[in-house]
């Protein structure tokens, strides 16, 4: 049982590039996330869908877009990155608070 | 605005030992979880709480929430290495589609 995939793992970009992150699960879980993961800051909620179809703003929606065009899946895309944006990124799954993480997407924008 | 604050940020402690990590906010959750963090992996549920005052045990670790649903506490008796990673409480509000973490403990125990 894989659980909460994501891909890639690892990623440079230059400021201006654009990059698309892919969450996958296979638990039939209704409710996808996004997180971001800095220093001393714990992990900031960035968009989310409650179904697949449906979007919603997180706390830190700037400079990302996101879509849920699949239940299993839930993508999360920089269109123009910025060195604010470097990050570990978090995908999970769940409801009722009780998550699944995927193991991370480590992304760094010079 | 963090409404989570975790204390202490950082624990250094030796096996065996006692220790008490705090999670506080100004406001009402539904529910809180724990959860704990190990390198290069992402957070693993622990715990989740629900009721006000409820006080839950997982083996070596007890976890508690404050009667007005505002705080929790997480314990461990006679830490052990395979304790150490980073301690992150969350709580969900209303409908729980949305969780907001705390800032995280960073513990490291030694031999």
């Known amino acids: 049982n894989a659980g909460v995939t994501q891909t890639p793992k690892f990623r440079v970009l230059k400021t201006g590039q654009s990059m698309t992150l892919l969450c996958a699960q296979d638990?039939?879980?209704?409710?996808m996330y996004w997180y971001r993961q800095d220093p001393g800051m714990g992990l900031r909620l960035i968009h989310y869908?409650?179904?697949?179809?449906?979007?919603a703003k997180g706390e830190v929606p700037d400079g990302y877009n996101v879509s849920r065009l699949k239940k299993q899946n839930f993508l999360l895309g920089l269109e123009s990155a910025a060195p604010s944006q470097t990050s570990v990124y978090f995908c999970?799954?769940?409801?009722?608070?009780?998550?699944?993480f995927g193991e991370g997407s480590r992304l760094t924008v010079l | 605005t963090q409404l989570l604050e975790q204390s202490p940020q950082f624990l250094s402690i030796q096996e065996g030992e006692n220790l008490t990590v705090y999670c506080n906010s100004s406001?009402?959750?539904?529910?809180l979880q724990w959860y704990r963090q190990e390198p290069g992996e992402g957070p693993v549920l622990l715990v989740t709480?629900?009721?006000?005052?409820e006080v839950k045990k997982l083996k070596r670790l007890t976890f508690q929430f404050g009667d007005a649903r505002k705080d929790s506490s997480l314990h461990i008796t006679a830490a052990q290495p395979g304790d150490t990673g980073l301690y992150l409480c969350?709580?969900?509000?209303?409908?729980?589609?949305?969780?907001?973490f705390g800032t995280g403990t960073r513990l490291q125990v030694t031999l």
């Open positions: 969350a709580g969900a509000r209303g409908t729980a589609s949305k969780l907001t």
């Open positions: 869908s409650v179904g697949e179809g449906t979007t």
């Open positions: 999970a799954s769940g409801e009722g608070g009780e998550l699944f």
């Open positions: 406001s009402v959750f539904s529910s």
């Open positions: 709480v629900v009721t006000g005052g």
């Open positions: 638990m039939n879980h209704e409710y």
